[in-house]
């Protein structure tokens, strides 16, 4: 199976799991606004920010660095026990030692949701590192089954504790904690780990090898962090927890594209690891980026163009003041897809380093105007300051590849012609009148059909011939 075919087999495996969950998710949105305050609901999304910020610092980012080995290892079952082993072991030590800590300073920490962001942040540890073990054996279709049974559970356990029982934020919390749960015994059991883990599988060699990968991706997933969770932290503080709550529910519509981009973004990573020593892999690269960039953009702007007749029906009205930040925030989930298209080439050559400079030099700027301007702006400084930060780190990582590895080769036609559409539709979004909305959303798929017109015949005779078979 070549590169192309096997890199969009895995995208439409992973995507499936992905996007049924999170389209059920989306649904929800109205049950979740209407059942919780925005307090709750601010409470909830701090919680969420806590365990992002939290995971990197007590795992060490082991489990990036276990997908990554077990990918040159799939044809060795001795070397896969040893990484699997070397990496469980190390994680469990890690959250022994974190637990204890926070047994010893709980007594000085005055909130009523702390042991349930514990147990969350442990459980959240364990699934991913399982996940990323499905991922590097290349089962992408287990992967993708596991993620379906956590988050159907978490879902349908949210509507329970908070409809059913009215629980409020600590319904919520406890949902995603035993959605997870279940999530972890099913690759505990489909992918037969015990067998591959033992002490006496420890090894001091695959240990240094996780450690060297996984260590520099430390500071850079606190960049991240920082870069997309802090405004939650600087909104709570200066404006209040209720408008951290609206900020939060503005962002929901920008994880469209980023929660579409993870489906392909594993599928990427995946792919340019394994290839990445191709004599042509540069062509690979610039076609395929491409590709995926008019795809991206189109939806960028038929997202925006959408919600002046999708936010009164999704959103309930106390959440009303989000709407003006939706466009910020969607600029912002686009040039994340670019960064992130770009970074896999530094991950494929093991170069975690300066994924780590750029991303802290991001987080810095983000931090410095969403402090400078709150004040001035309000929540429009939480939103401005994390597009400028996504702008830098794209076009940092962007230079970078270009100087160290190969040219990447953005074509000029697709960045000009996306401006001039992303200019009118956002105009249009911000007058809000209904003919010009009407008007935004039709130019808005007519641009979406022409600019991606080969992918969409190419798909069309793929379909074809697969039924004609």
């Known amino acids: 199976m070549n590169r192309e075919r096997k890199l969009f087999k895995n995208t ?39 365990v992002t910020l939290l995971m990197p610092i007590v795992s060490f980012q082991l489990y990036q ?4 080995e077990l990918i040159d290892s799939r044809n060795n079952e001795e070397n896969k026990g040893k990484i699997i082993s070397t990496g469980t072991t190390l994680t469990t030590m ?8 926070f047994l010893v300073f709980s007594p000085f920490i005055n909130n009523d949701y702390k042991l349930l962001l514990v147990v969350n942040l442990i459980i959240c540890i364990y ?12 089962d992408n279709t287990r992967y993708s089954i596991g ?68 260590i520099p991706l430390i500071p850079n997933a606190i960049s991240w962090w920082l870069i ?36 392909f973004d594993m599928a990427w990573i995946e792919s340019i690891s394994a290839n990445i020593n191709d004599k042509d892999i540069d062509v690979y690269f610039n076609k395929t980026m491409n590709i995926i960039l008019k795809l991206f953009l189109s ?5 925006i163009a959408c919600m002046p007749f999708v936010f009164p029906i999704m959103i309930n009205s106390a959440y009303s003041a989000g709407y003006v930040l939706i466009p910020f925030t969607i600029l912002s989930a686009l040039f994340n897809v670019i960064q992130g298209m770009v970074i896999v080439v530094f991950a494929a050559k093991k170069n975690t380093g300066f994924v780590s400079i750029t991303s802290g030099l991001a987080a810095i700027i983000n931090i410095a105007i969403d402090i400078l301007l709150i004040k001035f702006i309000g929540l429009y400084a939480a939103v401005i300051s994390t597009l400028i930060a996504y702008i ?78």
Do not use: W
């Open 127 to 138: 699934l991913t590192l399982f996940q990323q073990i499905a991922r590097g054996f290349g």
């Open 228 to 263: 997309s969770a802090s405004d939650a932290m600087i909104v709570s503080l200066m404006l209040g927890v209720d408008m951290n709550g609206v900020l939060a529910a503005s962002l929901k519509f920008s994880t469209i594209l980023t929660v579409l981009y993870g489906m």
């Open 94 to 101: 890690q959250c022994i030692i974190f637990l204890i800590l």
């Open 12 to 50: 439409i495996i992973i995507s499936i799991g992905k996007i049924c969950t999170q389209f059920v998710s989306f649904l929800l949105l109205p049950l979740y606004t209407g059942y919780l305050s925005t307090t709750e609901y601010g409470i909830v999304d701090l919680v969420n920010t806590l």
């Open 147 to 214: 993620c379906v049974i956590a988050s159907l559970c978490t879902i349908v356990l949210n509507v329970f504790f908070i409809v059913g029982l009215h629980l409020g934020a600590t319904g919520m919390l406890l949902g995603t904690m035993l959605g997870q749960l279940i999530g972890i015994i099913y690759f505990i059991c489909s992918l037969k780990l015990i067998r591959y883990i033992g002490f006496n599988k420890y090894d001091v060699s695959i240990r240094k090898k996780l450690l060297k990968y996984s």
């Open 392 to 469: 830098v780190i794209a076009i940092t990582r962007y230079i970078g590849v270009n100087k160290k590895y190969f040219k990447i080769k953005i074509e000029k036609a697709l960045c000009l012609s996306g401006f001039a559409i992303l200019t009118l539709v956002i105009s249009c979004y911000y007058i809000n009148n209904i003919y010009l909305n009407i008007l935004s959303l039709g130019v808005a798929i007519i641009y979406a059909i022409l600019l991606n017109k080969n992918s969409i015949t190419t798909l069309i005779k793929l379909v074809k011939h697969k039924f004609g078979n």
């Open 299 to 303: 939806l960028c702007i038929g997202i």
């Open 65 to 68: 660095g276990v997908f990554r």
